[in-house]
Structure formats: structure tokens, C-alpha cells
């Protein structure tokens, strides 16, 4: 893959594919030249869009693909029959090492069921994490993990910390993120005990991390923390509390407007700074959401989205193919796995005298 | 206490305390006029407002406490030395009876600690919750346990429910509210196994209690169900994440509206509605959160409450001293053990046949 980046596409997974996907790839064709798409899908529906839109031409390559899996598509049912179908296949192109990234707007228990089936997980992670965009005060945040597991011990914490690090800095490139562990108080004998433990591990595994210990829902959006390391179940829940609010106060915005004949003078000269913050704060308009912890970068878009935000996502594949986030992460839990060992030993000698 | 309600008031706890005390009590005063309070604390600090608050001085009685817990106490120093403080003697009023509910704005973990240690835990109640009230896109929500326990297996979610419930049809008159879990999804197989343990014994316990089901975090602010029940630390997570994002929406919108000429003057116009729509979406500006399950009613105002949102705490305290609540939550729970007696004899029989 030296030289040319090659991404490869479920060209048919998305509520409006696959036209969204070919508009996303032709205005991501205008930012980045050097990349190539591997488009899997029907050609008798892909080719039409290509020909419409001739920067994406010059970059897709269609690969047919027979069927497409559903968007309520249940997991099991996706592994049992999603065989042939342009995400099973997008996802084998990585496996193949073909391509350096799958970008996937399809069903998210789909793309996590096939892509751990067919990737594995990477040696030295026990659960892959998905990782979400947060747009906070000082920029944006990294949250994981937002729903792949719901629950995580200890250990699983440390790894989330360790991938959400690298996926951060190879998307802001900020060389040291800092990471944050979600707690209900910021004090060492708040929380759960796996999230004791984890801090202390953080602190005491000799890693190559900024640690800045535990931060509370608040400081998410805040920014207090560059990544943030949470359970699956407690990341999807402040996720999806967070979109909600967004949602409700966009709302109650738009009604306090139109609240009166003053409000709705102030409206008329107000709406076009009124329409930029509503896509500034809810995480829910970040495309570009990844599964960590595969033998292969796995990115999500969303399901609704348009064609810049797909063009958002393929910018989130390009830059973590370009980044060294493999290496990164494979060094810190090498550091990890020895302090564990270290730690075992440690604790065998005094067992033992 | 027939007739006359009597409330007993730390009045030394919270931030701008003893002042804000007798302010809130004057504006309640002035709406519910057949309130007493017995006001713990300082008389050289609380005689002087009372003089200069002629309402509330009708309806105060001034307790001479010695000393007043600190607003970053530790619970357990606060068990230790809180004896004789403002906070301690409030709670002793209920425990004697001679009042019907405490409300303090003093330190949160105080509060809970010594409410405990004095009033205990009410019959078929494992542990306390900490419910907010959440305001939504439909009115007001109530949200628990938001901090009192770390965890809570199915049970506990089950007594969180029947609590959440009758508090909610105390504060908002409404005769059946809807209670739903808190969850990753809404299917059946979603989620914690606690959770869905929880879901099918409130489903199958026979309580008096209107079901919706699972809830996700965006459900919370759209009002999906009047009672959204979690354990204390995904609570806890919601509601700072709201709170958060609430604060950090609020600060993007003034930012939006200073931005070019255009939106200034649309500022200009807009203030008042703008300032309006502040107020109306923040949970944190719901003041009277409670600490339930206690014998006795627990009211927790915000630390930093002026004189209006102390006096909506209180009135949290009048519309709960007023209510059936302890005897519905205590029919509610005879229900659930008498259907737990009943599964367990079931699953008995099943083993020995």
C-alpha cells in the first residue's frame, strides 16, 4: 500500500446508499487525490452515480457485490447470511490487505458481528471498543467505548485507554492526548472497583500515556479530557443522553425564537448564527465513529448520513491509515502485558515468602 | 401533624446559607401559608434575616444548633462529628416526628450519610436512591438513583421504580406514570443482565405500576417516560452529561448571537427569549432532588440555591408531606415480595419435582 492509500467500501449499507457514498467519495476525491476506493455494491446502481459524478470516477474501482444486508439487520442474522453481500465483502478486501481501511454507513451490529468474525481482535485486546467523535469546548473529544460491550473490567479499561490515545492522536495529532476515566466523582475512592483498578493500573503500567485521571459526565463536554475511557453501556448511555439534549435544546432554541414578536425580529437577523451552532455541539453530527481493536481499521458512518458526512468518515479512514495507530497501540500493550506480568510476580513472591 | 405541616430546615447548609434559608422560606410563605419550619441553626445569623423577613418569621421557629457541617465534608467525618450541627438536629426533627420532611442544601454525602445512619432504611428497601427531577420535552421527568449507590442488581431497580413512581405522581399529580428502564436498546435481549432481570420481574410482579420498557439516553430528555430508572453511576453520568452539554450549548448560543453584526442585533431582540429557554432545559436548575426509601422525606437542594429555587425545594417537601407516598411505595413493595415469595417457591417446587 506504499505510496497509494486504497479504502474499501460497503457502497450499499446506509439509509441513502449508495448515493450518499458516491457523493461522499467525489467531495473527498477533491481533498484528497491520492486515494483509491474499492466500491462493493450493484454495479447496475453504482455505475449510474459514477458516471453523474466524474471526480469519484476517476478514483472508484466497483467491485459486485450480489446482496445487501439490511439496516435492522440482527447480528447473528448478518454472519449467518451476509456472506456475498458488499459489506462481507468490503470487509474481506481489509482482511485480504488489499485495502488499508472499510468505511460502512450499513448496520452497526452487522459491520461489528462480520468485521470481528473475519479481522479477529488484535493480539493483546480481549474486546474490540467502539470509539465516538464528541465535540467539546476546546475541540474534540474521543469516547470509548459507546456500545460494543456492556461491561468492561480492569484490564479491558486500560486497553480502551490505550487505542482511544492513538485514535485521537492520529486524528487531531495532538501528540499527547490526556485520558480521562469516566467516574461519579473525581476523588481515588470513587466508583466501581474496576474503575479503581484501572486508574491505578493506568498510573503504575509504565505506558506511554498522558493520564489525567477521573473526569465527570460534565467534563466531556467540556473538554477536560482528550479521550475519555468508559464501559460500553455507561459510553452509549451519556452518548445518547448527550445527542438527546442537543436534539431538545436545538428545539426549545428555535421555540424561545419564534416566542413573541421581538424574538422572532431577532430571529430573522439571528438564523444564520443560530444554524451554525446547531451542527457545533451534538456528537451525534460527527461522522466517523471506529471499531478498535481489529487486525483492520473498521469505520462507521451513520446510517442517515449525507454526502459530506460520509466525505467526514473517509477523511477518519484516510487518517488513521496514514497513521502509525497500529505500532502505537501494539508498543503500549506490550508495556502493559509486562507490568502485568511484573505485577503477577510481585504478588506470587509474597504470597510465597 | 394533622392540619399545620411542619418542616424541619438545616438552616446553615449551602453555599450562600443562612441567607437564601429565610429567602426561599419567605416566597413560600407567601404561597403556601399554612407551612411551619423549624429553622436549625445559628440564631445570631438567622434572628437578624427573620427581622428583615417578616413572612417568614410568622412561620419560623429558630433551633439553636452549635455548630454547621462544611460544605466538603466527608460523609464519614460528618457521621463523626456532625452531632449538634444544623444538619444532624434538622434530621432529628423527623426522626421525633416533630416535623415531616428535612430539607438541607448543605453537603450532599453528609446528608445521606447521617439521614441514614438516623432514619434508617424503610421496610423492604435493600438501599436509599437519589432521585432529580429532569425536565423534558414533555414537562418534568424523575431520574434515580442519580449517585446514592454505585450499583444496583435487579431488585434495587425494582425498589428504585416503585420509589421513582410514587414520587412522581406526588410532584406532578399525575395518576399513573410511566416508568421505563434505563438501557443500551430497547429490545428484550438488550443490556446488563440486572437490567433485564429487572425489566421482566417489574413486568411480572404484579405491582400497581405502569410499564413503558427499556428507555435509551435520548429518551430522557424527549419525556418517553415520566420515571427513568438506573443504577446511581450510569445516572449520575446522565445527568452531569446533561448538565454539561446544557451549560456548553447554553455558552455556543450567546457565542452564535455575538458573532457578526447580523446576529447582534437578533441578539438585541431575542434576549428575553434567550434568557427564557436558559432556565427551561438544564436539570441542574431543577431544584429538590430527594434521598428516598428513608423513613422519614429527605430534600436535597443544590448547594448553590438562591432564595427562589430553595423555595421550590421546599415546595418539593410540602407536595411529598401532602402525598399517599409511603403508603404507596409500601404496597407497592408488600406486592413485589409477596410475588418474590411466590417465584422462589415456584422455582422450589420445580427443583423437587
Known amino acids: 500500500m506504499a505510496g497509494r492509500l486504497i479504502l474499501s467500501i460497503d457502497g450499499m449499507g446506509g439509509d441513502n446508499a449508495p448515493r450518499i457514498v458516491i457523493e461522499g467519495i467525489d467531495i473527498q476525491a477533491r481533498r ?9 455494491g450493484d454495479p447496475a446502481r453504482l455505475q449510474p452515480l459514477l458516471d453523474a459524478h466524474p471526480h469519484a470516477k476517476a478514483v472508484c474501482e466497483i467491485r459486485a457485490a450480489e446482496s445487501v444486508i ?3 439487520a440482527k447480528p447473528s442474522q448478518a454472519l449467518r447470511q451476509g456472506r456475498g453481500s458488499s459489506l462481507w465483502n468490503a470487509i474481506q478486501s481489509v482482511e485480504n490487505k488489499e485495502a488499508a481501511a472499510i468505511v460502512s454507513a450499513g448496520s452497526t451490529g452487522a ?7 473475519r479481522l479477529r481482535t488484535m493480539e493483546g485486546v480481549h474486546r474490540p471498543a467502539l470509539v465516538a467523535r464528541w465535540p467539546t469546548q476546546k475541540g474534540m ?5 459507546v456500545g460494543a460491550n456492556v461491561q468492561a473490567d480492569a484490564e479491558q479499561l486500560v486497553e480502551f485507554a490505550i487505542m482511544g490515545e492513538a485514535f485521537q492522536r492520529a486524528l487531531t495529532g495532538k501528540e499527547r492526548p490526556t485520558v480521562g ?4 466523582g473525581s476523588e481515588d475512592q470513587k466508583g466501581h472497583e474496576e474503575i479503581r483498578a484501572a486508574a491505578k493500573l493506568l498510573r503504575e503500567a509504565g505506558l506511554d500515556i498522558a493520564v489525567h485521571g477521573f473526569v465527570e459526565g460534565d467534563d466531556i463536554p467540556k473538554g477536560t ?9 455507561t459510553g452509549n448511555i451519556a452518548l445518547k443522553t448527550a445527542e438527546g439534549m442537543a436534539r431538545t435544546i436545538g428545539g426549545y432554541v428555535k421555540d424561545a425564537m419564534m416566542d413573541g414578536v421581538l424574538a422572532k425580529i431577532g430571529a430573522l437577523f439571528a438564523y444564520g448564527a443560530l444554524a451554525r451552532f446547531k451542527n457545533k455541539v451534538n456528537p451525534g453530527n460527527s461522522n466517523g465513529a471506529m471499531f478498535l481493536g481489529l487486525n483492520g481499521l473498521v469505520v462507521k458512518s451513520h446510517g442517515s448520513a449525507d454526502g459530506p458526512s460520509y466525505a467526514a468518515a473517509l477523511e477518519v479512514a484516510a487518517l488513521m491509515a496514514n497513521s502509525h495507530y497500529q505500532e502505537e497501540i501494539a508498543r503500549n500493550l ?3 502485558a509486562a507490568a502485568e506480568r511484573a505485577m503477577a510476580a510481585e504478588l506470587a513472591a509474597r ?3
Not at 484528497?32 to 462493493?40: A, Q, T
Not at 459491520?111 to 468474525?117: E, Q
Request: hydrophobic content about 60%.
Open 32 to 40: 484528497r487525490g491520492n486515494v483509491h476506493y474499492l466500491v462493493h
Open 70 to 72: 439490511g439496516m435492522d
Open 111 to 117: 459491520l461489528m458481528a462480520i468485521s470481528m468474525f
Open 141 to 145: 473529544a474521543a469516547v470509548l467505548d
Open 181 to 184: 476515566l469516566l467516574n461519579v
Open 225 to 233: 479530557a482528550d479521550v475519555v475511557v468508559t464501559d460500553g453501556f
Open 334 to 336: 506490550a508495556r502493559f
Open 351 to 353: 504470597d510465597a515468602s
